[in-house]
């Protein structure tokens, strides 16, 4: 049953990729991230305010891990991951992003001494192999920014982007399975605080007259970020963050593969 429950997680969670490119259309990227993200923190945190205010009693320690885990699994990941959306398409940033499992067997035996066997490599070694083909492949804005290898600088944006998020669900189960932070007052917390991050990015990077979107795009915009909110952070954020009481990081990403179908 949790193992299904994983692969609805990551059914849901791909089809971010898409509801963000139709987002893109009404509002910049880091402006996205920050609505997005401060919506959902208030809406979590304000729920564990009215039924559970001891959750915010924490150690200056726990605090500095959910600023880390805000930091690399919030604001890094989302800025990058919205911004090489609008180069790329859904389909291939998803695919790119299948990359996590490599990151993830690298950090779960730096953080928790977790090693590879046989199967697992060669799992990761065919992985690979199948990813080589959709670096080499590009369209539309995307050759406008090429590097002088196939990499191109949205193509980077969401390997980095992938590279985060993993480094961001290491720290989560740190948090929650360490430090005794609940899943709810994790994300909540850390969302919020990354949604802060993302809106100081915002005033320094896109144009507020008064709004970096124009007020004739303020429904379609609305519709799609509580999309998003609901099913990304609300949802999947937070369910991921009880799978990983039963599971390892490692073990996660590695179903993560399973996104671009």
């Not at 590279?163 to 899943?183: A, C, E, H, N, T």
Request: net charge positive; glycine share 6%.
């Amino acid at each position: 049953m949790g193992v299904m429950l994983v692969v609805l997680l990551y059914g849901i969670w791909s089809s971010m990729f898409a509801l963000a490119k139709m987002a893109l259309h009404y509002c910049p990227p880091v402006c996205l991230t920050a609505f997005r993200m401060l919506l959902a923190g208030i809406l979590l945190t304000g729920y564990l305010a009215l039924r559970n205010r001891s959750s915010f009693k924490l150690k200056k320690k726990q605090w500095l891990s959910l600023a880390a885990l805000a930091f690399f699994s919030i604001y890094l990941t989302n800025v990058l991951e919205f911004w090489a959306l609008q180069y790329l398409t859904a389909a291939k940033a998803c695919f790119i992003y299948s990359l996590a499992p490599f990151f993830a067997a690298f950090f779960s035996y730096l953080h928790f001494g977790e090693k590879m066997n046989g199967k697992k490599w060669l799992g990761l070694s065919i992985g690979f192999a199948g990813m080589l083909p959709v670096f080499y492949t590009q369209t539309g804005a995307e050759e406008l920014l090429n590097l002088p290898s196939f990499f191109s600088l949205p193509t980077l944006a969401i390997v980095g982007a992938a590279l985060f998020s993993v480094y961001g669900w290491v720290i989560l189960r740190v948090v929650v399975k360490d430090q005794m932070i609940s899943p709810l007052m994790a994300n909540g917390s850390s969302m919020f605080i990354g949604g802060c991050f993302a809106l100081i990015h915002s005033f320094c990077v896109d144009s507020w007259k008064p709004f970096p979107f124009e007020l004739a795009h303020l429904a379609p915009l609305s519709f799609w970020v509580l999309l998003m909110t609901f099913l990304s952070n609300i949802l999947c954020y937070n369910l991921y963050g009880m799978m990983l009481k039963k599971f390892t990081a490692t073990f996660l990403s590695f179903l993560g593969l399973l996104s671009p179908l």
